[in-house]
């Protein structure tokens, strides 16, 4: 599947804002044999004084800019064409939970995509005692690491309501869990909390999802704006899964992988530090349209 | 070293009379016959025999040295910060330099090994990968930065100056507690201690065969300097700032070894370069000397919500235009847990073991090693395995021999099944004992030593000496070592005489020590700020000692002119109410803020000054009485004030710094004398304001000599607006302000005076070509607000 996707961020404020440095993430990954981008380009106005470009640690791509003068709006847009395949894995569901510790024993690697940077603790990730034992009630005997991550998906996207207007982007996993209401991020904070409580590694992915639904499916949440959702590893030979809990879906096609992380914090598509602090307002608009869909 | 006769070694036995090591752990005096150890018998010879009185007068030189310097520690107790005086243990530490050697040489050897761990974890990661290393213990410490994961320091090197806590256990063997290897503080501390303990043997310590600490500095500034990459660019030190606990020792070695001092925010990144911003512009700073942990150090790319960092400090780290000592991210080799690997990975990277041991640690993460520490639980100390914090910090340790402390776990077995992986198990350190006198008498407690390394072109140089804590208490385990102990210096006694060449940091190179304009703005800006309160503090008190003489004289407060007084000084934000008017005191506390923020700018003598100024306007022992008392206290303030102001003026350097303070101190003075003459020369204001202007103008006498007994408002105006020769005048300080800004960095552009500058000719003109008939209150207020603006115009040019 091919899509078109165009991104535009901007921020304006109320009194001009004298410098600024920024650290974009919202550049689709290249994803050997799921995700290709075939062309991508980022523009942004006021043209910075600085600007350069590099592969973090989980190999995401990372735009540095620096604003030297003045400015009271800032827009970032994006224009992507994307090709994405659909991942074929196994039929199974991959290690029993118990044998998962034993498994992750065996792992000696901290390259990127190491299950071992993804248990325990991260920036925004902390264990949470009610959302532990929430988790243990759920889980049959014996139960495979793959089916938790859906079973967890599931009863998180039942027991939540989706609400863009309840939490922030600052908001912790552990209140929008008590309220049990918030966006993709807190969704995906939430299930990552989760998954770690019993032992399976899980990250953060950000990324987009298609806008208009294939004919006769209903339109997912959060295409408005950029996405979330989770990655779990389920041992050494079904490797990575991703799960969206907002949507109550495995990922396929519809979803297009911006980047990995621990949590928000490693991902977040917008970092600024800002020379003073005044009012600002943001607003993020997407299209992503699959590319029959383009007229001409 | 020379044995001492019958009858001194009968002094020195007395001195011991009551010195009684625990047998069962070393001693440093006494060996395990009870024998004084060779090192010590200079010191207690030159004890020996004297007086309590005698000694007791030695120690104070120490101490008052230590006072006079400024000397202190910053405090935390329930989130009150606070200092406290150097708490000096005053008999040092006597190491011999053959046993000193041994120590070196496997601290080198460590140093070695550490630099090849953080080479591997932040490059190929083959000691995990080989199983050396659990690979989750390293993923799950928030030390492990991944953004500088690949990214090679510009020396190649991650480590160039660190730090080991070393102790010495009851086999008399020396073992490592802990590696100091992020931003090891206290090397400045060590060099207090020395110059104090050496004060207060004065009569011994130059015979004293005692390894001078000099050669170590000039190392350490060699090295720094040796890291730029061009001999125009800084080399400073990177600190948390004041409020950081050891904000005095890192004030105290920028000035030793003449670097910058900076914070955070003095840098910024432009170009993928570091600068720092100065009153002459941006400079590139190549290597910085960090105080600051590295997960504080950048906003942008580590810890978010850090206000202490520089945003783009990670990215210049990427692209190798900077030097950190030590490299971001070496804060991982400090972790408790490494400990236990370490022996085994020494054996793989250098093919020998430790030659001197780390404290024997068990990562509970493995099932076998969990036994083991539940086996001997109750020798053991049990802690965060990712701490990075010193065996004996009383927060840390969960369990210390086999007792829980406050725990959601019943049980030490439930805590280590439940939390195993997080947690260590170490060998409950016990330490050598020292002597220290208590009560007058030397006493053997619990010692711990801080060893210096940095590292030079032919390898690592230890600092001969160091930095030794003192347990509080009698006895040598963990416990006694907890809270409250002292410090003291450690000498290196060698057998020969010594090389004692000064320290003086200006004989180690001929190179300026201090560019000229190399004044980072948050600097300049805080001496101006400096100079701006202690004027205001001046003026209020001068006010206030006006208003309580006339009280003493038998004024009524609701005569004409104290009323009149009164309203003024309630305009300014005095209250006459208050005998130490808030306001006052505000001003002071806000100097003294102010100076401890450039306190590496200051000398001891100016910030001693500016303490007793403190100390007498929060003396609340004593309720003040209006009148008579209140107007003798305020002379006394204007005396301790002026006081500092002529230790700045008669020994600050007259570079760009000096300047600032200067400028801020006639910016306040012109502001508050315009403010105060256009109330007191008004025509309606009462009989006797005329008086009150000389009196607030300090120029009484001055009128006197220079015109009539009684005072016109022709010839108050004269002598406070326009006498150039009036050190007081109006015009004096404009004079200065002219001085000042002309020679401050960029006052012209393109040969055209800039923008401060014309406005402060303009200013200057204006006032200078007035006549005197028109110098009316409005025109006086003009002036005020004119002064105002010019200062915003000041700052926005060179304080921000």
């Known amino acids: ?296 | 070293m020379s044995q001492a006769n019958p009858a001194q070694s009968d002094a020195i036995w007395k001195l011991l009379e009551s010195y009684r090591p625990n047998p069962s752990a070393p001693d440093e005096l006494l060996d395990e016959f009870g024998q004084l150890r060779p090192a010590w018998s200079g010191l207690l010879s030159h004890l020996a025999g004297q007086t309590p009185e005698t000694i007791n007068s030695w120690f104070k030189r120490g101490d008052m040295y230590l006072r006079d310097s400024g000397v202190f520690l910053r405090q935390y107790t329930n989130d009150v910060s606070r200092e406290r005086p150097w708490p000096l243990s005053h008999v040092p530490v006597l190491i011999h330099e053959r046993e000193w050697d041994e120590i070196c040489r496997g601290l080198t050897q460590r140093a070695q090994l550490l630099q090849q761990v953080a080479a591997d974890l932040y490059g190929e990661n083959r000691l995990v990968r080989d199983g050396y290393l659990p690979g989750r213990l390293i993923a799950q410490s928030p030390e492990w930065l991944r953004p500088l994961v690949g990214v090679d320091p510009p020396s190649g090197k991650y480590l160039h100056f660190l730090a080991f806590e070393i102790g010495r256990g009851p086999n008399g063997q020396w073992w490592v507690l802990n590696d100091r290897t992020q931003a090891p503080s206290g090397a400045g501390y060590a060099l207090e201690n020395r110059v104090a303990t050496s004060r207060v043997y004065a009569e011994h310590y130059a015979e004293a065969r005692v390894h001078r600490l000099s050669g170590f500095f000039r190392d350490v500034r060699a090295s720094l300097l040796n890291l730029r990459r061009s001999a125009d660019n800084h080399v400073a030190i990177l600190s948390p700032g004041p409020y950081s606990e050891t904000y005095f020792e890192q004030a105290y070695i920028a000035r030793y070894l003449g670097l910058l001092l900076v914070e955070g925010e003095d840098l910024t990144v432009v170009d993928g370069e570091v600068c720092v911003r100065t009153v002459s512009g941006l400079q590139p700073v190549d290597v910085l000397w960090r105080r600051l942990d590295a997960l504080y150090s950048d906003p942008l790319e580590l810890e978010e919500g850090s206000k202490l960092g520089t945003a783009g400090l990670v990215g210049a780290a990427r692209r190798g235009t900077v030097s950190m000592v030590n490299a971001l991210g070496t804060g991982i080799l400090e972790t408790r847990a490494l400990m236990a690997f370490l022996p085994r990975i020494a054996r793989h990277l250098l093919g020998e073991p430790l030659a001197l041991s780390n404290i024997a640690t068990w990562w509970c993460g493995q099932a076998a090693e969990r036994r083991y520490v539940l086996d001997h639980v109750d020798k053991m100390m049990i802690a965060p395995a990712l701490s990075t914090r010193m065996p004996f910090d009383p927060d840390e340790t969960t369990v210390l021999a086999g007792e829980l402390k406050s725990s959601v776990y019943k049980t030490v077995q439930h805590l280590i099944d439940e939390e195993g992986e997080n947690l260590v198990g170490q060998e409950a350190v016990s330490f050598s004992t020292s002597p220290a006198f208590v009560d007058g008498r030397l006493q053997p407690r619990p010692m711990s030593l801080r060893v210096f390394m940095v590292r030079t072109d032919d390898g690592w140089s230890v600092m001969p000496g160091g930095f030794a804590r003192i347990g509080p208490q009698e006895g040598s385990t963990v416990l006694n070592m907890q809270k409250g102990g002292s410090v003291a210096d450690v000498w290196i006694i060698s057998d020969r005489p010594v090389d004692t060449r000064t320290a003086l940091v200006s004989e180690m190179t001929a190179e300026p020590r201090a560019k000229r304009g190399a004044l980072p703005s948050n600097a300049a800006e805080n001496l101006y700020w400096l100079g701006r309160y202690v004027d205001r503090a001046e003026g209020f008190a001068r006010l206030n000692r006006a208003y309580h003489s006339r009280l003493a004289d038998a004024e009524s407060p609701s005569s004409p002119l104290l009323r009149h007084l009164s309203a003024f000084m309630k305009r300014i934000g005095l209250d006459t109410s208050e005998a130490m008017p808030a306001g006052l005191v505000s001003a002071i506390d806000s100097a003294s803020r102010t100076a401890g923020s450039v306190r590496d700018r200051l000398s001891p003598d100016g910030w001693a000054a500016i303490s007793e100024i403190v100390d007498t306007v929060h003396d609340e022992d004593e309720e003040l009485d209006p009148g008579d008392e209140t107007a003798r206290r305020m002379v006394w303030l204007l005396r301790e004030s002026s006081g500092f102001t002529g230790l700045v003026h008669e020994n600050m350097y007259r570079f760009t710094e000096w300047r600032f303070l200067s400028l801020g101190r006639s910016i306040e003075h012109v502001m508050s004398l315009a403010w105060a003459l256009a109330s007191f020369l008004d025509p309606g204001a009462p009989d006797g304001s005329l008086d009150l202007a000389l009196e607030y103008g300090d120029s009484t006498i001055s009128h006197r000599r220079r015109y009539a007994f009684i005072a016109s408002r022709k010839s108050v105006i004269e002598l406070l607006a326009r006498d150039p020769l009036n050190p007081r005048s109006l015009i004096f300080h404009l004079d200065v302000l002219k001085a000042h800004v002309e020679a401050l960095p960029r006052a012209m552009e393109n040969g055209h005076p800039s923008e401060v500058y014309s406005q402060l000719l303009r200013i200057h003109t204006k006032f200078v070509t007035m006549p005197q008939d028109a110098m009316n209150s409005a025109a006086l207020l003009a002036l005020r607000s004119d002064i105002g603006a010019f200062s915003d115009c000041l700052g926005r040019t060179y304080m921000s």
């Open chain 1, 1 to 296: 599947m091919r899509y078109d996707i165009s991104l535009r961020i901007t921020y304006s404020y109320k009194a001009p804002v004298w410098a600024g440095r920024h650290m974009l993430r919202f550049v689709p990954r290249d994803l050997a044999g799921q995700q290709r981008a075939i062309a991508a380009s980022l523009d942004v106005a006021p043209v910075p004084s600085e600007r350069s470009t590099f592969r973090d640690f989980f190999g995401n791509q990372a735009h540095e800019i620096v604003f030297s003068h003045a400015h009271s709006r800032i827009e970032f847009s994006l224009k992507a064409r994307i090709e994405r395949h659909v991942q074929v894995k196994e039929e199974t569901s991959g290690l029993a939970l118990d044998a998962l510790p034993a498994a992750l024993n065996d792992v000696h690697s901290l390259a990127p995509d190491s299950p071992l940077h993804f248990l325990g603790r991260s920036p925004r990730i902390r264990p949470n005692r009610q959302l532990s034992d929430y988790v243990e009630d759920m889980l049959p005997p014996d139960v495979g690491v793959a089916d938790t991550v859906q079973i967890l998906g599931e009863a998180l996207n039942r027991d939540m309501s989706f609400d863009a207007t309840a939490t922030s982007v600052e908001t912790s996993h552990e209140e929008a869990f008590a309220a049990r209401h918030g966006v993709c991020q807190d969704f995906s904070h939430i299930m990552i909390a989760a998954l770690r409580s019993v032992g399976i590694p899980a990250g953060y992915v950000s990324g987009f999802l298609r806008t208009t639904p294939p004919p006769g499916q209903a339109r997912l949440s959060g295409a408005d704006a950029m996405h979330a959702w989770v990655r779990a590893w389920c041992g050494p030979e079904l490797g990575w899964i991703e799960y969206d809990p907002t949507n109550a879906v495995h990922v396929g096609v519809d979803h297009i992988v911006v980047a990995y992380g621990r949590d928000y914090s490693d991902v977040s598509p917008v970092k600024g530090i800002l020379k003073a602090a005044t009012d600002q307002q943001s607003r993020q608009a997407v299209d992503v349209i699959p590319l029959e869909d383009v007229p001409g």
